[in-house]
C-alpha cells in the first residue's frame, strides 16, 4: 500500500507556541514583580516625606523643574498641561520664582518645552521666569542636566505622584535636593498601564544611576539666575 501523507496540524502547532509565548512573558512578568516591585516600594517609602499634595506645605524654592509627557502637535496631553498648571500654582503663590521646563525635542515635528512654554504663558507666568530644557528626553534625562547644564543644587519637582518617587531619587543621586509637588488633578486614562512602567522603570532607574550611567545632550552650561 502506499504512504498516507498527512496535513501538517498547523492549528496544534498554533496552540503550542501561543503556550509557550504566554509561559515567557508569566515567567518575565514574576521576576520583574520579584526584583523590580520591591525596588519600587522602598523607592516609594523613602520619597514619601518629601512629597506634598498641598501648596502651603511646599518650602519656598527657587526654581520649580517640571517633566515633560505626551503633546499632539501643540497640544498638550491631560497629564502635561496638570504638570504646568501645578506649576504655575506654585509660581503664583510666590513658591518659586523660575520654571525650568524640560522634555523632548529631539524632532523638528515634536517639541514638548514649546508646548509646556505656550501653556504656562496662558497660565500667567511671564516669558522671563520661563527656562526651556530641550533636551529632557527621559527622568534621568532631566535630572542630570539640572544640575549638569542648569547649575541646580536643589528644586521643587512637579508631576504626578506615581512618577514623584523615581524623579525625586533619580535628582537626589544626581546632585539636586529634592521635593516633589504632585500634579494629580483628575483620575487619566490608562492610569493602571503608568503604575505598572513605573516598576520597571524604577528598576531602570538604579541601573542607569549604578550601572550604564548613561550621558545625556550636553553643552554650554546655562546656569538659572
Known amino acids: 500500500r502506499g504512504r498516507v501523507l498527512r496535513r501538517p496540524d498547523t492549528r496544534r502547532r498554533g496552540r503550542i507556541a501561543v503556550v509557550r509565548w504566554t509561559r515567557r512573558v508569566a515567567a518575565g512578568l514574576l521576576i520583574l514583580a520579584w526584583v523590580a516591585l520591591p525596588i519600587r516600594l522602598a523607592m516609594i517609602a523613602s520619597a ?7 501648596i502651603e506645605a511646599v518650602p519656598p524654592t527657587r526654581v520649580a523643574i517640571v517633566f515633560g509627557a505626551a503633546v499632539r502637535g501643540e ?11 501645578a506649576a504655575a500654582e506654585l509660581y503664583r503663590a510666590g ?3 523660575k520654571l525650568l521646563l524640560s522634555g523632548d525635542n529631539r524632532t523638528v515635528d ?10 504656562a504663558l496662558s497660565l500667567g507666568v511671564p516669558d522671563a521666569d520661563i527656562v526651556l530644557d530641550y533636551a529632557g528626553r527621559s527622568t534621568y534625562d532631566t535630572c542630570f542636566r539640572a544640575h549638569a547644564i542648569f547649575g541646580l543644587s536643589e528644586a521643587i519637582l512637579v508631576t504626578q505622584r506615581f512618577h514623584l518617587s523615581r524623579a525625586i531619587t533619580l535628582c537626589e543621586r544626581l546632585g539636586v535636593r529634592a521635593g516633589g509637588f504632585a500634579a494629580d488633578r483628575r ?3 490608562g492610569q493602571w498601564g503608568n503604575d505598572l ?5 524604577s528598576a ?5 544611576l549604578y550601572v550604564t550611567r548613561p550621558l545625556p545632550v550636553l553643552g554650554a552650561p546655562e546656569p538659572i539666575r
Open 187 to 189: 483620575p487619566y486614562l
Open 110 to 119: 515634536y517639541n514638548e518645552p514649546g508646548a509646556m512654554r505656550r501653556t
Open 75 to 85: 497640544t498638550v496631553s491631560a497629564i502635561l498641561y496638570d504638570r504646568v498648571a
Open 95 to 97: 513658591k518659586v520664582g
Open 197 to 201: 512602567r513605573e516598576v520597571a522603570a
Open 48 to 54: 514619601a516625606p518629601r512629597i506634598w499634595s498641598s
Open 204 to 208: 531602570n532607574a538604579l541601573l542607569e
